[in-house]
Every structure is written in C-alpha cells, then in structure tokens.
C-alpha cells in the first residue's frame, strides 16, 4: 500500500492549491455579518503581506475554503497561521471567550489544471446552498460567486474564466468526496489538458 502524503508533502512553491480549515468541533465562530467583515479584512491583509494569489472563497459559520497559488510554501503557511490566530483574538475579545477554536491543521489539495479550479471553484461556492443557509450561491455575500456573476471584490484575483476548457463530464461538482477527501489527488482529473502541461493560472 503506497504511503499516505502529508500536506507538506504535497505543497510546493509555486503550486496552486484548494485550502480548507475548520473550528473545533464544528463551533460556529464566525455568528454575524461583522464576524465575516473581520475575517475578510484580516484575510485580505495577510493575502497582501505574503503574496499569494486568491481565486476562489467562501466563508462558512465554522470553516473557510480558499482555492490559492502559492509562491513560497513555508510563507503562506505562517500566512494561514497569522489569519486564524488574529481572527481568534477579536473572536475571544468579543465573545468573552477562551481556549483554542481552530483545528490545528489545514487541509490542502493540490489543483493541477484549469479545468479542476473551475470545477473546485463552482464546489467551494456552493457550500452555503449544500448547507441550507440559501437557496442559490449568489445570495452569500461571503464567497467569491458574485464575483464570477460580474460584481466588483479586490480579494479575488482573476485566472481567466473565459479561456478555461471543459471539465470532464465524470466530474460531480458537488462531490465532497472528489474535493475534500484527497480521492481526486493523482486520478484522471489532475492530468494536464495539453502535452506542454499547461498549469491553472
């Protein structure tokens, strides 16, 4: 049986990468529209001060999903770190809370070609509608869909919707499995859509 990588193992500088981290328990840490607006001001802060690219997000109650390229590896890990623990700080300070909320643990997935950020893009965007909180992804004002549907949002940076090629009619894409299981990692849908591998991006 062959050995199961480590997230460590699987990140590179240069990689692109579907990133998901969640509470303790499944504690809801992010209550209301000003939680959100923190997180996305301190998400955005860190996304500057580390350099990596955001192409797709969603915030949930008790996780976060961001679909990313990353530079330097080791960078964006501290990124990640310095994002959930000055989130925490405010969390605790209004909330008159204690003790850890995050797992201390990000779950990362390589992406390896357009094709599968689209798709991963179209899963992490619709997590509030699996979940019942709408009916329709672009009622969610804390992910990157009305950004895709034409709406201004300085987080999100462009990859070129418009050139992307088809994803692969097996792909279901709302499939938990496919994206947060790892089942996806070295399958048919990481192959490279041409002979000169063109990357996501």
């Known amino acids: 049986?062959?050995?199961?990588?480590?997230?460590?193992?699987?990140?590179?500088?240069?990689?692109?990468?579907?990133?998901?981290?969640?509470?303790?328990?499944?504690?809801?840490?992010?209550?209301?529209?000003?939680?959100?607006?923190?997180?996305?001001?301190?998400?955005?802060?860190?996304?500057?001060?580390?350099?990596?690219?955001?192409?797709?997000?969603?915030?949930?109650?008790?996780?976060?999903?961001?679909?990313?390229?990353?530079?330097?590896?080791?960078?964006?890990?501290?990124?990640?770190?310095?994002?959930?623990?000055?989130?925490?700080?405010?969390?605790?300070?209004?909330?008159?809370?204690?003790?850890?909320?995050?797992?201390?643990?990000?779950?990362?997935?390589?992406?390896?070609n357009d094709s599968y950020m689209y798709a991963c893009g179209i899963y992490i965007e619709n997590n509030p509608v699996a979940a019942g909180i709408v009916k329709n992804s672009v009622e969610w004002k804390y992910s990157s869909k009305r950004y895709y549907c034409g709406e201004e949002d300085d987080l999100v940076d462009s990859y070129g919707t418009k050139n992307l090629p088809g994803i692969p009619d097996e792909l279901d894409l709302c499939d938990e499995e496919v994206f947060e299981n790892e089942i996806g990692i070295g399958s048919g849908y990481f192959k490279y859509l041409t002979r000169e591998g063109r990357r996501a991006g």
């Open 1 to 112: 049986m062959a050995a199961r990588l480590t997230r460590n193992d699987l990140l590179y500088d240069g990689c692109f990468a579907h990133v998901i981290s969640r509470s303790i328990g499944k504690q809801n840490i992010l209550r209301d529209q000003e939680d959100f607006n923190k997180f996305l001001k301190i998400l955005k802060e860190v996304k500057k001060d580390s350099g990596f690219r955001l192409f797709h997000y969603c915030l949930m109650p008790n996780h976060f999903h961001i679909a990313v390229s990353i530079p330097e590896v080791r960078s964006f890990s501290k990124a990640i770190q310095q994002l959930k623990s000055r989130y925490i700080y405010y969390y605790h300070f209004k909330y008159r809370a204690s003790g850890p909320a995050w797992r201390e643990r990000f779950k990362s997935l390589i992406i390896e």
